[in-house]
């Protein structure tokens, strides 16, 4: 690091409360690599970036210390009670810091959820990282760091904290989705025992259990999932011709699994088991080269499977007897916008529904708060406002509001229900007209099937179980609800009107360097909520630098700035290429003396 550069302490730590551990200070983790992780529960990329660590924390175990820093989105993820058990549903293992007012967030300049910042054995701020993809980057910067402080002495190889984690012996633990079978019974993603589970038409009596519970990708008859989710049955003449019955998303493996019903024989249908981070087509692939990326529901319409890819705000599809997939909606954009199935945005998309006669299809589009339908090639929202605007209000759909919805369902009359998971309730939307509530006071409701006798069963992911509405519930869907609102009050960026220099800041990790050989190197969208606040500045480019010219008329509003850079290692006979991408919801103020830069680090480096 060049004399020049001026060091960063970082701040302390401090929130309401802490998981894993009793408590911890940066003065107790001297000598240690310290990394914080800011994460929100509700956020795909950093469920994405949980997974990526943990082969760095077991590798550098005795050095290196993670600390997740929750600074949530949601107004439920305010709730310690919801992040406690976020942090058993997705295994966290390592000490978790409850940030509830994104005070840490804020002192440690965090503008996108995920953010990695790395402190040395010093206590000094090294390295800031924004999305995700940097394991490789975070791999060389650790043995970097580790030689360094081993010379000066600084390294501390005893005494690391041991985070601990608990939880209860329940039948079912979080599950995901569920499937009415057509023998009565019901089939369950029993996602945080990495299995799934065939109960009894009463919903509650297990009838056998296919997988080990261990977190795997194991095919056969003793099969291994990881967080499975969404299922598909297939129409009899597809499974026929397939050999399997179930289409399972198994979501952190990043594959697509077939179910034999008859056998319990699992088998890999689609994937390859890498996850996704290439360059947007239409086309159809091989199912089982394409790359995918969390898969998180799957529902039949259009004559095939249509895939919930939540980890690139996408839908996919899959063809079973072509053997076949390919992307069917949605640029990898994290926004809400409307129109030509390759045009629009998505946000997390996480749960389907095809309307009985086949004509729509539903879905929970979980980030945006909003609830979207596919018809004749063309997408709507029927409720929904944004990426930040989210609460408990029923009324009209134009202004009615949901909160982190993750599923839906399709109902004969026409109207659909949704599992609005952050709510704990269960609402309706009936003729795109009108949203009411149907039910309340659930524990993080998840899905919802209709059986063949007409009821309505509701997987309660949080109170690990199925539950159904009871009699006259849907006639009640009418009643009024004095409706709550809320808005994600991150603390807005403050900008001057007229022009602004927009600075991605990327550097190559260590041992790495840019690289042109599938195109260019790096690219750059940005766009605007509303779109009057740019005058100047939107589209693509390949320059990570870019001239905005911001209304002067236009108070407030959200850029949305998407970046990604290629890059391969160097001096290697056989290099490997990285992409780091990552997507920000900038909210901003536009103000006389507001700054005229706008800097975000897509990877940043100290020294």
């Known amino acids: 690091m060049s004399e020049k550069q001026v060091r960063v302490r970082a701040p302390e730590l401090k929130g309401r409360g802490w998981l894993n551990v009793e408590s911890l200070s940066l003065k107790d983790l001297r000598g240690k690599i310290v990394l914080l992780d ?19 924390e077991e590798r550098f175990g005795d050095v290196l210390v993670t600390i997740g820093v929750h600074s949530p989105k949601f107004e439920h993820e305010k709730d310690p009670d919801a992040l406690a058990a976020a942090v058993e549903r997705y295994g966290v293992d390592h000490p978790v810091l409850d940030d509830p007012e994104l005070n840490m967030w804020q002192q440690y300049t965090a503008k996108a959820w995920p ?33 360094t402080h081993d010379a000066k002495g600084t390294l501390n190889r005893t005494n690391a904290p041991h985070a601990v ?42 009838v056998r259990r296919i997988g080990t519970g261990k977190r795997g990708r194991r095919d056969g008859l003793e099969p291994e999932f990881s967080e499975p989710g969404g299922l598909c049955l297939l129409p009899p003449h597809a499974a026929e011709i397939a050999g399997y019955d179930v289409v399972v998303a198994d979501t952190v493996n990043h594959l697509l699994r077939g179910l034999n019903l008859r056998t319990g024989e699992v088998s890999t249908v689609a994937g390859s088991g890498r996850q996704w981070r290439g360059t947007v087509d239409f086309d159809a692939h091989d199912s089982l080269a394409v790359d995918l990326s969390s898969p998180w529901d799957v529902a039949w319409y259009d004559d ?61 589009d979980s980030e945006s ?17 944004g990426l930040f605007d989210f609460g408990h209000v029923d009324g009209p759909a134009d202004q009615a509001l949901l909160q982190h919805p993750l599923g839906v369902l399709a109902l004969p009359d026409g109207s659909v229900l949704v599992a609005d998971t952050y709510n704990g309730a269960i609402r309706r939307i009936t003729d795109n007209k009108s949203v009411s509530t149907v039910l309340d006071g659930l524990s993080e409701p998840s899905d919802l099937v209709l059986t063949a006798d007409g009821d309505v069963v509701v997987v ?33 960026t403050m900008l001057a009107p007229g022009a602004v220099e927009l600075d991605l800041i990327f550097e190559p990790a260590p041992g790495q360097k840019l690289d042109e050989s599938f195109g260019p190197s790096t690219r750059l969208e940005v766009s605007a909520s509303p779109p009057e606040l740019l005058l100047e500045g939107a589209g693509v480019s390949t320059d990570l630098r870019r001239r905005l010219v911001l209304a002067a008329d236009v108070a407030s509003g959200v850029l949305q700035v998407v970046a990604q850079a290629a890059t391969c290692d160097i001096d290697a006979e056989f290099p490997a290429c990285h992409l780091t991408r990552q997507d920000w919801g900038v909210p901003i103020r536009v103000v006389p003396d507001g700054a005229a830069r706008l800097p975000l680090i897509l990877r940043g480096m100290d020294s």
């Open 38 to 56: 800011f994460w929100t529960f509700c956020c795909i990329n950093c469920l994405h970036v949980l997974d990526e660590l943990r082969p760095l």
């Open 115 to 147: 953010t990695l910042t790395v402190i040395d054995p010093e206590g000094y701020v090294v390295a800031n990282m924004a999305g995700e993809g940097h394991a490789q980057g975070l791999t060389k910067l650790i043995e970097e760091l580790i030689e």
């Open 165 to 206: 984690q608990t939880s209860d012996s329940t039948l079912l633990r979080f599950p995901g989705k569920a499937l009415a079978l057509p023998d009565g019974h019901f089939l369950v993603s029993d996602s945080t025992h990495q299995s799934l589970a065939e109960l009894d038409a009463d919903n509650e009596t297990l």
């Open 304 to 364: 095939r499977v249509v895939v919930a890819m939540s980890g690139i705000h996408q839908l996919w599809w899959f063809d079973p007897v072509k053997r076949t997939a390919g992307m069917y909606a949605g640029t990898t954009v994290e926004a809400l916008k409307d129109g030509p199935l390759h045009e629009v945005w998505m946000a997390q998309p996480s749960g389907l529904s095809a309307s009985p006669d086949g004509g729509r299809l539903w879905i929970a």
């Open 369 to 385: 708060s909003a609830v979207r339908w596919i018809e004749n090639g063309e997408m709507h929202t029927a409720a929904g406002q």
């Open 460 to 492: 309660e992911s949080g109170a690990h179980r199925l539950v159904r509405l009871g009699p006259g519930t849907l006639a009640a869907a009418g009643i009024d609800v004095t409706g709550v609102r809320h808005r994600t009050e991150r603390p807005p």
